[in-house]
């Protein structure tokens, strides 16, 4: 069998991440392609794991075009979950674990969930989603907490007959099966990003899109088989699944997985096993570099730092450089191009406060309002083109054809480009706040604020904040005030995720507006500026 036999075209098929995993299964399986708490699983035992999986997903009634939501979080449960449904055809769902109820069950209603794979915390939710959504036929739980026995036995008689146990249903058979047929633009992937409109729009990413990332952005960083990979971001995240989990499978790298970031075991994570590339956002460079007892030692294998997911400030990239002695490559992405447009060449000059270069096979352009490119320096928003680029927004196509014009994708990020086609953004989509690398809408916050009675107006802003790039920050109008900001604060925790909550609450008798009552946010943060 040569080495393109199964990472090559079949017919109408298309190249896919599956059968690239299974290429590395067959030409090294006793290389490790994952260290998680300590152990190593081999790509002969990935790949015949998720082949076993698949075959259990089929035998639950799992077909090609069905939806399987991942409450997963960075655990071998999510790996093993993403590539048996893409082995079967199905289209995975990645959640975020942590986010509310209301957040979890906007996307599994809206995405049109059959099967939900969740961590064993979550069970309280499964008793609730049994009642709210009777098109989810089984809910698979993954153990990671000795108690889960106990949690499954209280379960109501209903709960416990649409759940099951991951080990159970791993362990109910035998046999593995071949990767399902795939053509190019089968969706592999939806993941829901959070939208202007206050509800998060699901990009429908394909087979055809994450392949071509994965191989690019890994070809474009230079990535191994003699890379291993810290495992950090959140692997449900769009950053994360190409950068850190598909791009160095695909090569035969080693993910080193850590299930949470801390400072402390992310040193001991790149000492023990002699790692050569951590990815993070900047808040994670900030809080590596603060870290006192972080020893550069544990670091002195890194041949390459990215970062993504929000502006790291030039001067912690030079501060972090200095200390550790390793070069800091920023990058850009969204999750509509799956997501990797640009990143600083390793073989070339590296230009702080850039997001660098187009990848290969990525084409990206600034342009004016009419969709003319500027002149170089000139500020307009950056569009991209390549087949990285999603196929749509779930059951959104006007969303979509305003989204994707003559095979441009708008990102709605202002940006220039310098003499030598090094890119930068000058600034972010309108409004938009990046906590942590993570991206909260202020009407999304706005429309929690609102639905309580006591609120009139509410308008959310974004502050700079030292921990995590920026923090969220609340204005509101209230009918009673002797209402206090931690009330309010409690409210908002139970309907959105904790970093999506604002981190400071302020009352005014009114917000400031223009002729036609819009609410001016430059105007807010003004107010800010003089206090």
């Given at each position: ?19 690239c995993v ?35 997903l ?9 939806h399987?939501a ?5 655990t071998p449960?999510?790996?093993i ?14 959640i ?35 009642k ?15 108690d889960?026995?106990e ?10 007959a ?38 998060p729009?699901g990009?429908?990413?394909t087979?055809g ?16 088989g003699?890379?291993?990979i810290?495992t950090t971001?959140p ?7 190409t ?17 949470r ?9 790149a ?14 460079f ?55 447009t640009?990143f600083?060449p ?6 702080a ?6 990848i ?6 600034v342009?004016?309002e ?7 320096g000139?500020?307009?928003e950056?569009i991209?083109r ?17 989204a994707?014009?003559n095979g ?7 940006a ?5 086609d ?23 916050v706005?429309?929690?604020?609102f ?9 959310v ?8 790039g ?17 009330q ?6 139970e ?6 909550v604002?981190?400071s609450i302020?009352v ?7 002729a ?15 206090k």
């Amino acid at each position: 069998m040569n080495k393109d036999s199964f990472c090559a075209q079949r017919g109408m098929g298309v190249l896919n991440l599956v059968e690239c995993v299974r290429q590395q299964a067959f030409e090294q399986p006793e290389k490790i392609a994952y260290y998680f708490m300590g152990q190593g699983t081999s790509y002969a035992e990935f790949d015949q794991t998720v082949g076993r999986f698949a075959s259990a997903l089929q035998d639950l009634g799992v077909g090609k075009g069905d939806h399987v939501a991942l409450l997963l979080g960075n655990t071998p449960h999510f790996f093993i979950s993403l590539y048996a449904s893409m082995r079967i055809g199905a289209t995975a769902i990645p959640i975020n674990p942590i986010y509310t109820a209301d957040e979890i069950s906007y996307i599994i209603q809206n995405g049109d969930v059959k099967v939900v794979i969740a961590l064993d915390m979550l069970l309280p939710l499964v008793e609730a989603g049994v009642k709210a959504f009777p098109q989810v036929q089984d809910y698979i739980v993954c153990e990671t907490t000795p108690d889960v026995g106990e949690k499954f036995a209280a379960l109501s008689d209903a709960a416990k007959a649409k759940t099951k146990l991951f080990t159970h249903v791993l362990a109910s058979t035998t046999s593995t099966v071949d990767p399902v047929a795939v053509d190019q633009d089968d969706t592999a992937v939806i993941l829901y990003t959070s939208g202007t409109t206050g509800r998060p729009k699901g990009a429908m990413l394909t087979h055809g899109n994450l392949y071509s990332n994965a191989r690019d952005t890994g070809n474009y960083l230079q990535m191994s088989g003699e890379d291993r990979i810290i495992t950090t971001l959140p692997v449900f995240h769009v950053f994360a699944l190409t950068v850190v989990v598909n791009a160095p499978l695909m090569k035969g790298a080693t993910l080193l997985v850590a299930p949470r970031f801390s400072p402390g075991e992310i040193f001991k994570l790149a000492a023990d096993y002699k790692a050569t590339v951590f990815a993070g956002v900047p808040t994670m460079f900030n809080f590596l570099y603060q870290f006192e007892e972080g020893d550069p030692k544990a670091f002195e294998n890194l041949r390459l730092a990215i970062s993504g997911g929000a502006s790291l400030p030039v001067s912690l990239l030079h501060n972090f450089e200095q200390k550790f002695n390793v070069r800091v490559s920023e990058g850009y992405g969204l999750s509509e191009a799956s997501p990797v447009t640009c990143f600083n060449p390793l073989d070339r000059e590296r230009k702080a406060g850039s997001i660098g270069q187009s990848i290969i096979n990525v084409e990206n352009k600034v342009v004016d309002e009419l969709g003319n490119e500027v002149p170089v320096g000139e500020v307009g928003e950056l569009i991209v083109r390549g087949p990285n680029v999603m196929k749509g927004y779930y059951k959104l196509p006007e969303e979509t054809a305003m989204a994707i014009r003559n095979g441009w994708l708008y990102t709605g990020d202002l940006a220039k480009k310098d003499e030598e086609d090094y890119f930068y953004i000058v600034d972010r989509k309108k409004d938009l706040i990046i906590v942590g690398g993570f991206n909260v809408y202020p009407r999304e916050v706005e429309e929690v604020l609102f639905a309580h009675p006591n609120v009139i107006e509410a308008a959310v802003i974004g502050l700079l904040d030292p921990d995590f790039g920026e923090a969220v920050h609340a204005y509101v109008v209230l009918k009673d005030k002797s209402m206090t900001s931690e009330q309010l604060q409690a409210y908002c925790a139970e309907h959105i995720v904790k970093y999506k909550v604002p981190k400071s609450i302020e009352v005014l008798d009114e917000l400031p507006k223009n002729a036609t009552g819009k609410i001016l946010r430059r105007s807010l943060k003004e107010i800010v500026t003089v206090k």
